[in-house]
C-alpha cells in the first residue's frame, strides 16, 4: 500500500473553500513552496475531481532545487498526477491537460469510456464502485504495484474522508491561514458521512511552526494497524 499524506491549507474556521467554492488562493507563497517540496518527495499526487474543476489545474514542480534532487534519486521530473473521479466528468479544454505532468485517472467503468480513446490520460483504471466511491482495497495496490509508493493527497474532503476511512492515510499536512469563511457548506479538510466521537480517528501532533500569518502543523493518523 502507498504511504499517504495529506496537504491541505485551511481558513482559521475550517475551510478549504469558501461557501461558493472557489478555487482556493488564500495560501501564501510560503505555502505553496511548502506543498511542492511535499510533491518533491512524492511518487504520486492525488486530487478528486471536484478539486480540479474548480482550479482547472495542477501544481507541477518547479524549483530548481527540487528537480534535481529528484533527478538524483533516479525518479522523473513531476509525480504522476492522478485525477480521482467516479463519473469523470470534467471538460478536456482544461489547461491541466497542457501543463507538463504525468497524469491517470482512477474511475469506474464509465467513467473509463469517456477517456480512453483520448492521449489526456496515459493510463485510465476502471474500478469496481463502492457505496462510499472507488474501491481502494483495489486501488492501492494496484498503484503501488505501478511505483506508486509515496502518494500526495490534495483534497477534496470528501477524498479524504474516504481514504482515512480506508485506514490507508499516515500523515497530515494542514496550514491554517489567517482569514475566515464560514457558511454551512463551505468545505472542509474531511467530509463525507463523518463519525461519532467514539470512534473518531486520533492524531499524533508531530510539529508545529508559525510563519509569517500561517500555521504549518504535522500530524500522524493513528491507524488501526498501529
Excluded: N
Excluded at 4 to 24: E, H, Q
Excluded at 173 to 195: D, E, H, K, R
Amino acid at each position: 500500500m502507498p504511504s499517504i499524506t495529506v496537504v491541505l491549507a485551511m481558513s482559521l474556521d475550517g475551510k478549504i473553500a469558501d461557501v461558493g467554492r472557489s478555487p482556493a488562493r488564500f495560501g501564501s507563497a510560503r505555502d505553496k513552496a511548502h506543498l511542492e517540496a511535499r510533491l518533491a518527495e512524492a511518487d504520486g499526487f492525488l486530487f478528486g475531481a471536484t478539486t480540479l474543476r474548480a482550479y482547472g489545474t495542477t501544481l507541477p514542480i518547479t524549483h530548481p532545487d527540487l528537480l534535481q534532487q529528484r533527478q538524483a534519486t533516479g525518479r522523473s521530473p513531476q509525480p504522476v498526477h492522478i485525477v480521482c473521479s467516479r463519473t469523470a466528468e470534467f471538460k478536456a479544454d482544461l489547461k491541466f491537460f497542457k501543463q507538463p505532468v504525468p497524469r491517470w485517472l482512477l474511475t469506474t467503468a464509465a467513467g473509463a469510456d469517456r477517456w480512453r480513446a483520448g492521449s489526456e490520460f496515459a493510463q485510465v483504471f476502471a474500478l469496481p464502485e463502492t457505496p462510499t466511491g472507488l474501491d481502494w482495497a483495489i486501488a492501492l495496490p494496484l498503484l503501488f504495484q505501478l511505483g506508486i509508493h509515496r502518494l500526495v493527497l490534495g483534497g477534496g474532503g470528501e477524498l479524504v474522508a474516504a481514504l482515512i476511512a480506508a485506514d490507508a492515510v499516515e500523515d497530515l499536512w494542514i496550514t491554517v491561514c489567517p482569514l475566515l469563511l464560514g457558511g454551512y457548506t463551505a468545505p472542509t479538510p474531511v467530509s463525507g458521512p463523518g463519525w461519532l466521537e467514539a470512534a473518531a480517528p486520533r492524531l499524533e501532533l508531530l510539529s508545529v511552526e508559525a510563519i509569517a500569518q500561517e500555521v504549518f502543523l504535522h500530524y500522524r493518523l493513528h491507524r488501526a494497524k498501529d
